[in-house]
């Protein structure tokens, strides 16, 4: 990939052109080549808008963990049941 097929581009989108050759392949990216300047523009620029947010999600879910919230009360649940008098065989 020559530079100067890209010669409308700034150092910022040139890279991200090589970026794009590097996921992509070289095969992918004729159609970037054989486009129009305007065009190459464009594609480049809504790449560079797919990374930074993917960047952005990934960050996002990469937070650290929450600390642990403990209960506010220490005491355990008490309940009080009554034994079940009916006779044996009988539905509850």
């Known amino acids: 990939m020559d530079?100067?097929?890209f010669a409308h581009l700034n150092d910022s989108?040139?890279?991200?052109v090589r970026k794009m050759a590097g996921i992509f392949g070289m095969e992918a990216l004729q159609s970037l080549v054989a486009a129009t300047p305007a065009e190459q523009v464009e594609?480049?620029?809504a790449f560079d808008t797919y990374e930074r947010g993917l960047v952005a999600h990934m960050r996002g879910s990469m937070?650290?963990?929450?600390a642990e919230v403990k209960p506010s009360h220490q005491k355990p649940?008490?309940?009080?049941?009554?034994?079940y008098e009916g006779?044996?065989?009988e539905p509850v």
């Open 87 to 89: 006779k044996e065989g």
């Open 77 to 83: 649940l008490r309940m009080k049941v009554n034994p």
């Open 13 to 16: 989108q040139y890279e991200s």
């Open 43 to 45: 594609r480049v620029n």
């Open 3 to 5: 530079q100067n097929e």
């Open 63 to 66: 937070q650290p963990p929450m």
